[in-house]
Each structure stands twice: as structure tokens, then as C-alpha cells.
Nanobody, 125 residues
Framework: QVQLVESGGGLVQAGGSLRLSCAAS????????VGWFRQAPGKEREFVGG????????YYADVVKDRFTISRDNAKNTVYLQMNRLKPEDTAVYYC??????????????????WGQGTQVTVSS
């Protein structure tokens, strides 16, 4: 079992920055990959980025590449999503998720086994 809790969401102006945190507990943190997803009203949940269990490899969706950075601190059981140059279209509920079964970092929601409750990010224009 893995428990995930996101924090750090809020309201920010376009061009601003936020850092989201995903605190994990339960299973050994360094044994699984972590992904970030987001879901805007009326839209499907979409992949934002992911980080391997070791932290050595990261992947990003094209729409956030060069603006968002994912990192993890395995000593603190926490994954971070640093979001810079935010745009109104980044407004969504952001979720972190854990994949405890696969060798590669997945990009689809179905590839993840455990989810946090989400944190709202709102970017005003």
C-alpha cells in the first residue's frame, strides 16, 4: 500500500511559479515510479510528467516541457513538481500517482496503482 498527499496548490498569476509536493508513506519510497497528472473541468486526466524510482530519469508532456521540473527526495519520501511560467491553461487539479509494478515510467493513468487526493492550481490571466 502507498498513501500519497499532494500540497502546494493555489492561485497564481500567469507567468508565476508554484511548487507542488507529493508526500508518500507506506511502501518503500525508492521502489516505485511517481507520475504527475492533471485534470481540468470537463477534460480527461492527462499526464504531466513522471520520475523513475531512482530519480535519474524524468519524462514530461510536451505542453509543460521546459517549464515544469520533477524531482524527488527519497530521504524525505517526497516528489516535487516545480511549475514555472504558468499559463491559464495550466489550471487544473493536480494529482501524483505511484506505479509499483512496471519497469518503465508510464504516461497513462491506468499504469498507476495509487493516487493522491489532488491539489487545485488556478492560474489567472
Amino acid at each position: 500500500q502507498v498513501q500519497l498527499v499532494e500540497s502546494g496548490g493555489g492561485l497564481v498569476q500567469a507567468g508565476g511559479s508554484l511548487r507542488l509536493s507529493c508526500a508518500a508513506s507506506g511502501r518503500t519510497f525508492s521502489s516505485y515510479h511517481v507520475g504527475w497528472f492533471r485534470q481540468a473541468p470537463g477534460k480527461e486526466r492527462e499526464f504531466v510528467g513522471g520520475i523513475s524510482s531512482s530519480g535519474y530519469t524524468t519524462y514530461y508532456a510536451d505542453v509543460v516541457k521546459d517549464r515544469f521540473t520533477i524531482s524527488r527526495d527519497n530521504a524525505k519520501n517526497t516528489v516535487y513538481l516545480q511549475m514555472n511560467r504558468l499559463k491559464p491553461e495550466d489550471t487544473a487539479v493536480y494529482y501524483c500517482a505511484a506505479d509499483i509494478t512496471r519497469l518503465q515510467v508510464g504516461r497513462g493513468p491506468r499504469e498507476y496503482d495509487y493516487w493522491g487526493q489532488g491539489t487545485q492550481v488556478t492560474v489567472s490571466s
